[in-house]
Nanobody, 124 residues
């Protein structure tokens, strides 16, 4: 098993940047494909970005492509989400998730492990 804890959320203005972190403990996180999802009030959980075990393969939702960057430091068991040019519609609780295989996926149900989430609020 792996335990995930997100941090780095906050209240920012449109156009600002934030960097989220997801610290993994338990089994070595390098064995897991990782992803970021977000959920706004009254909406379903939405895929944001995913990164392969090695960090060499990345995939983004169209809504964040060019603004967000996912990365990982396996030596630190941490995954990051750098968010630039934030928009009010990016407001949500951001969760990191892990799956114990090498297949990238945008489907929440494919991920067995989840963090509690960190709130990101972008004001206009």
């Amino acid at each position: 098993q792996v335990q995930l804890v997100e941090s780095g959320g906050g209240l920012v203005q449109a156009g600002d940047s934030l960097r989220l972190s997801c610290a993994a403990s338990g089994r070595t996180s390098s064995r897991y494909t990782m992803a970021w999802f977000r959920q706004a009030p009254g909406k379903e959980r939405e895929f944001v970005a995913t990164i392969s075990r090695s960090g060499g393969d990345l995939y983004y939702a169209d809504s964040v492509k060019g603004r967000f960057t996912v990365s990982r430091d396996n030596a630190k068991n941490t995954v990051y989400l750098q968010m630039n040019s934030l928009k009010p519609e990016d407001t949500a609780v951001y969760h990191c998730a892990a799956k114990y295989d090498a297949i990238l996926s945008t489907t929440p149900s494919r991920y067995a492990y989840w963090g509690q989430g960190t709130q990101v609020t972008v004001s206009s």
